[in-house]
C-alpha cells in the first residue's frame, strides 16, 4: 500500500492567496483526519471525517479554513485568504475506523509570506 | 471527553541511559492506547499499540510500554537508548466510539 498521500510536500505563498492542501488515504480507510503542527501550538486536530462525512470541525481556527471529503479517497484543506500565522505543517491521516489507529502522510509544510 | 497528559515536555539523557515517559489518561471506559514516534522533520509513526490482552506491549526499535488500568496510565520505556531515538513522542487515546485523542508530546534528546 502506498500509505497515506498528501500534496504538495511544500508550498509558499503570500498572504491573501488561496491555498489547497490535497489527500488522499489508505484505500479501504472509513475516517480521515486534518491536524496542523506548529512549534508554538504542537500537534492540534482540526476535522475529521467519518464515511466521508465531517464529524467534528470544532478545530478549525476560523471561517477562513474549510475542508471537503468529496469521495472515499479524496479530501481537500482549503485556506482563503491565507495569512502569515498559518505557516505551519498540515498532516492527514486515515483509520479503519476513528478510534483505530491512525496513519499519517508525510504533511504538507506551508509557509505564508 | 476523553484527555491524555503527558508529563515531561523536554527530556535529555545520554547514549544507554534507560528512558520512560509517562501517560496517564482519563476514561473510566474500554480503550485503545498507542504511542506515536515523530522523527526530525518526519510524520507521526506508530511505535507501539495496545487494544487487550498482555498490558505489556512491545513495539519497534526496542520500545515497550505498560498499560495499568489501575493507574490510568500506559507509560513508555527503553532500557537504552541511541542518538537515532532523538524524536518528539506522543501518547495517544482511544475511547469507545471516539476518535483518538493525543498528549501535548515529549520531545527526547539523546546526546551521542
Known amino acids: 500500500d502506498a500509505g497515506v498521500i498528501q500534496s504538495p510536500r511544500h508550498e509558499v505563498t503570500e498572504m491573501g492567496q488561496e491555498v489547497t492542501l490535497r489527500c488522499k488515504p489508505i484505500s479501504g480507510h472509513n475516517s480521515l483526519f486534518w491536524y496542523r503542527q506548529t512549534m508554538m501550538r504542537g500537534l492540534e486536530l482540526l476535522i475529521y471525517?467519518?464515511?466521508?462525512?465531517?464529524?467534528?470541525d470544532s478545530g478549525m481556527p476560523e471561517d477562513r479554513f474549510s475542508a471537503k471529503m468529496p469521495n472515499a479517497s479524496f479530501s481537500t484543506l482549503k485556506i482563503q485568504p491565507s495569512e502569515p500565522r498559518d505557516s505551519a505543517v498540515y498532516f492527514c491521516?486515515?483509520?479503519?475506523?476513528?478510534?483505530?489507529?491512525?496513519?499519517f502522510g508525510p504533511g504538507t509544510r506551508l509557509l505564508v509570506l | 471527553a476523553q484527555s491524555v497528559s503527558q508529563h515531561n515536555h523536554h527530556v535529555i539523557l545520554s547514549e544507554a541511559a534507560s528512558l520512560e515517559l509517562g501517560c496517564n489518561y482519563s476514561?473510566?471506559?474500554?480503550?485503545?492506547l498507542f504511542w506515536y514516534v515523530q522523527y526530525p522533520g518526519q510524520h507521526l509513526q506508530l511505535l507501539l499499540k495496545?487494544?487487550?490482552?498482555?498490558?505489556l506491549v512491545k513495539g519497534i526499535k526496542g520500545f515497550e510500554a505498560e498499560f495499568i488500568k489501575s493507574k490510568f496510565s500506559f507509560n513508555l520505556r527503553k532500557p537504552s537508548v541511541q542518538w537515532s531515538d532523538t524524536a518528539e513522542y506522543f501518547c495517544?487515546?482511544?475511547?469507545?466510539?471516539?476518535?483518538?485523542?493525543f498528549g501535548g508530546g515529549t520531545r527526547v534528546l539523546v546526546k551521542p
Open positions: 471525517f467519518n464515511n466521508n462525512v465531517p464529524i467534528d
Open positions: 495517544a487515546v482511544g475511547a469507545a466510539g471516539n476518535k483518538l485523542t
Open positions: 476514561y473510566g471506559g474500554t480503550v485503545n
Open positions: 491521516a486515515s483509520s479503519l475506523r476513528h478510534q483505530e489507529t491512525q496513519y
Open positions: 495496545y487494544f487487550s490482552g498482555d498490558p
